[in-house]
RNA sequence: GGUCGGAUGGCCGAGAGGCGAGGCUCAGGACUGCAAAUCCUGCUACACGGGUUCAAAUCCCGUUCCGACCUCCA
């Protein structure tokens, strides 16, 4: 699309500030996300980091760069062992039901697949070579039962991300010191224990450790380098401090830039399973549609808690409409599709560590101007706002006009058209003759049925609410 | 105890020394046969107490309240 702007400007997390953005390798991004685990169907707050850095791509990709996004699968996990007891089926199955359920929600709010999917158990091998790597230079240990630690203070920095002193933290009231030589040495693997699934290594069968393998996974599809590593707030400590300290051992330079999302929030706090069901993507997706969802999502700044609660999704929802109402208008006064084009004032936006309030008041403005230029029958002016609130939506992952959005009823909607027209005749003779008590009839009939009738100085238009 | 973040109008949600983001709601107006849609106008806020400054929501000091992490949470 555009060429690349040598402006954008990131947060990262490891200095607390925002700076220019400088790939390692020019033209090109490497990004690796933390996925989920996939242990239970995914709520509004797993799916808002993966639209966050939905967004993150997306702008990336239209400035120029050639993005490749690995987002990985954790399906090795305690609490996927737990549920396949409590499920009463293998763990894999287990995995395998949730991965489906993260990859229909992630669909239905339009985020895109990543580049790579890997899934941990898919990269043992690797895990293995690592350990390998850091049991031969000293950093890990593996105390004969099995299991292998990082010898966290042997490293010569650690929890430089959130700033910590290992003394100061509080040390874990349960710590068992039978194999770890310290209680802050933390597993790269667990030994096997009768029944769980395991894996061979020199070391004894045991499964993975969960830092291992995003530092394993990234190593495998990044390099020893890449640009921005990201993920929700909570896996600053221990997650993402574990994978430096493991990638660092192995002398590999790692995560250029850090990228944490904010958290969904309900009544100020983080959301938790306590809340049951309701917040879960699919039960929201009965009450608004993906793009709506995602619409109110992506709206705060990423960085930014959302403080979730139905009626601020309905006004989000209500807003999203307006828009959508008047890219429709458009298209339909054109007649003929909009171009996509990114305006000045969502480039300077979204170079600003990804300003999504700010472009959404210059989509706001916009459409006001589009509109203000239907009235005026200015059709320049509508092109051009029209093309530039697409292509805002666009990198936003909310066009309407996007297949992935389309109805999929389409084939009935001709025929619905059809019938209407055939209703708005009726209708419209009555007017001409005005006999305003039958045409309000038939407009209140359609009321009735969920159809909106708007009549335009061109004739009338009609919408399924 | 340590580390990090937050408090903005009826609601959501930006901003980060001056010129009042934006959305939603509500009220009034224009347009309309009436509506709907749209446009215009109005309601105008920064937890509290000090301080710095010509100027503070924004910087400094203190206070209150809320939240997150501290060894397998997005």
Known sequence: MAKITSDLNLYNTADRAVSKFVPLSPGK???????????????????????????????????????????????????????????????????????????????????????????????????????????????????????????????????????????????????????????????????????DPSWPTPWGDGRPGWHLECS???????????????GGLDLIFPHHENEIAQSESAGWK??????????????????????????????????????????????????????FSFEALEESAVNFRRIEGFLQRAREILKKEIEPSISSEFTTAMNNDLAVPQALADISELVRIGNTAITDNDLAALAKSASEVRGAL?????????????????????ILDGLISLALEQRNAARARKDFAASDEIRDSLTALGITIEDTPTGSRWTVN
């Open 29 to 195: 991004v490497g990004i690796y996300l933390c996925g989920a685990t996939v242990q239970a169907p995914p709520h509004i707050g797993h799916i808002r980091s993966g639209v966050n850095f939905d967004i993150l791509r997306r702008w990336l990709t239209a400035i120029g760069y050639d993005v490749t996004f690995v987002r990985n699968v954790t399906d090795i996990d305690d609490k996927i062992l737990h549920k396949a007891v409590h499920e009463e089926i293998p763990w894999w199955a287990v995995a395998m039901k949730y991965e489906r359920a993260f990859s229909d929600a992630y669909a239905a709010l339009n985020v895109m697949p990543p580049t790579y999917e890997p899934r941990a158990t898919g990269h043992i091998t690797q895990m293995i070579q690592l350990m390998e790597k850091l049991i031969a230079n000293g950093s890990a240990y593996a105390p004969g039962n099995g299991d292998v630690y990082l010898e966290v203070r042997k490293l010569k920095s650690y929890l430089t991300l959130s700033n910590q002193k290992l003394d100061d933290l509080q040390s874990a009231e349960d710590a068992d010191l039978t194999y770890k030589k310290d209680p802050s040495d933390f597993a790269l693997w667990k030994a096997a224990k009768p029944g």
């Open 216 to 230: 394993a996974m990234a190593h495998a599809y990044l390099g020893e380098a890449f640009d921005i590593h990201g």
């Open 254 to 307: 790692f995560a250029n830039i850090w990228m944490h999302n904010a958290w969904v929030t309900t009544s100020g706090e983080k959301m938790s399973k306590s809340l049951g069901n309701s917040l879960q993507v699919m039960e929201i997706l009965k009450k608004v549609r993906g793009i709506e969802l995602r619409w109110y999502l992506g709206s705060a700044h990423y960085r930014s808690m959302l403080e």
């Open 394 to 414: 666009e990198i936003l992952g909310c066009d309407p006009f996007d297949p992935v959005f389309a109805d999929s009823n389409s084939s009935k909607v001709e």
